[in-house]
């Protein structure tokens, strides 16, 4: 399955009252891995961004003049989301901004006739019913390190939310019983920890002929004290059935 974890940052709330997007994050991911493939553009919105949406993006009036307008991306963006699924934080925020851009231009269907939509929020909320389910709440939950992420960012955040995502739909999320789904025991949880793809493989190292005379001895003994060992019934079931 291809999916695409996808966010936005917008001039404002609403699209209605003449709010755009100015800048798409979308990471690709193939078989719940990420693929290192990612659309990110920042966009000329042709108005200005809003005070508050300022204090949460940090994304300038200034700093969008040079940009592309939306016509000019619209293209490759809907190329590079078009027939995936799309896991997004606050869906329907982030879909009506996109279908009201594609609108603006014509020829574009709605996303939720291309799209499958994955809704994270609203399965954040099933999943942790009565708790905080924004982003950085679920990175605290999940063991996932955001420091880095003082203002939003559509592909910063988007790469959070794919850590999330896999962490949230992926079942068991800590080892030796430690934490769980609450706020306590954070220092015990497992932290995300991305791989590259291509690292070193790891090296195995089989036994030695004395280091398996020495295995086998000590099987041995345990045999003859306790009774077949179960290392040997692991190794041969017909030895158990024998007995």
């Not at 979308?26 to 508050?52: A, Q």
């Not at 700093?63 to 699924?85: H, M, N, T």
């Not at 924004?134 to 203002?151: T, V």
Request: overall charge negative; charged content about 30%; glycine content about 8%.
């Amino acid at each position: 399955m291809r999916q695409v974890v996808l966010d936005t940052e917008t001039t404002g709330i609403d699209p209605k009252q003449g709010h755009r997007i100015i800048e798409i994050g979308c990471v690709e991911m193939v078989g719940r891995k990420l693929t290192k493939r990612h659309f990110h553009v920042y966009i000329n919105p042709e108005r200005e961004v809003e005070e508050e949406a300022f204090n949460v993006h940090g994304i300038s009036n200034e700093f969008l003049l040079d940009k592309p307008k939306f016509a000019a991306v619209a293209q490759e963006f809907f190329d590079f989301i078009k027939g995936s699924e799309l896991i997004i934080h606050n869906a329907p925020f982030d879909v009506g901004h996109i279908d009201n851009e594609f609108s603006k231009l014509g020829g574009f269907p709605k996303i939720a006739d291309v799209c499958k939509v994955f809704d994270s929020l609203v399965y954040a909320r099933r999943k942790h019913p009565g708790q905080k389910n924004n982003l950085d709440a679920l990175c605290k939950r999940y063991g996932i390190d955001n420091s880095h992420r003082e203002l939003h960012g559509a592909l910063l955040d988007s790469e959070i939310l794919a850590d999330v995502y896999l962490l949230m739909t992926g079942g068991q999320i800590t080892i030796g019983g430690f934490g769980g789904d609450g706020d306590e025991g954070e220092e015990a949880r497992l932290a995300v920890r991305r791989l590259s793809s291509d690292r070193p493989k790891l090296k195995v190292i089989k036994a030695s002929e004395s280091e398996l005379e020495s295995h086998n001895e000590r099987l041995d003994l345990i045999d003859k004290k306790s009774g077949l060992s179960l290392w040997r019934k692991l190794e041969n079931p017909a030895l158990e059935q024998s007995e």
